[in-house]
């Protein structure tokens, strides 16, 4: 075992200290899954709104988490609207979560 412990800390350890605090920073849908996954096993809905013609339509989602809190996003297409959605939804557990602690 200690063997063991050697060969990971000379090889695995100094990578460790290089990695991003938050490896999910760019990617808040993903943030979003993973933690919804964790705390409720389950994924967060997303609901989806477009407005507008087809050559400048707005659209508008909404995230809903497990405890039917929600978070809301807008952008040019359904994947970014969504993208804010999520990062809105994640302000809004982090917030929730301070405020229980």
Same mark, same amino acid.
């Given at each position: 075992?200690? !063997?063991?412990? &050697?060969?990971? @800390?000379?090889?695995? =350890?100094?990578?460790?200290? *290089?990695?991003d605090d938050d490896l999910w $920073?760019?990617?808040?849908? @993903? ?13 967060? &809905?997303?609901?989806?709104? &477009?407005?507008?013609?087809?050559? =400048? !339509?707005?659209? *508008? ?9 929600? @978070? *809301? @996003? ?6 970014? !609207?969504? *993208? %804010? =959605?999520? !990062? ?6 982090? $917030?929730? %979560? %301070?405020?229980?602690?």
């Amino acid at each position: 075992m200690r !063997a063991c412990e &050697r060969i990971f @800390g000379k090889l695995f =350890a100094p990578a460790f200290e *290089t990695l991003d605090d938050d490896l999910w $920073a760019s990617n808040p849908k @993903g943030r979003l899954q993973e933690y919804c996954q964790r705390r409720w096993k389950s994924g967060p &809905r997303y609901r989806l709104r &477009r407005e507008g013609p087809a050559h =400048a !339509a707005v659209f *508008t989602a909404e995230a809903v988490a497990g405890d039917g809190l929600t @978070g *809301t @996003g807008r952008g040019p297409n359904k994947q970014e !609207a969504e *993208t %804010h =959605a999520a !990062a809105d939804l994640l302000r809004r557990l982090q $917030a929730d %979560h %301070h405020r229980q602690a």
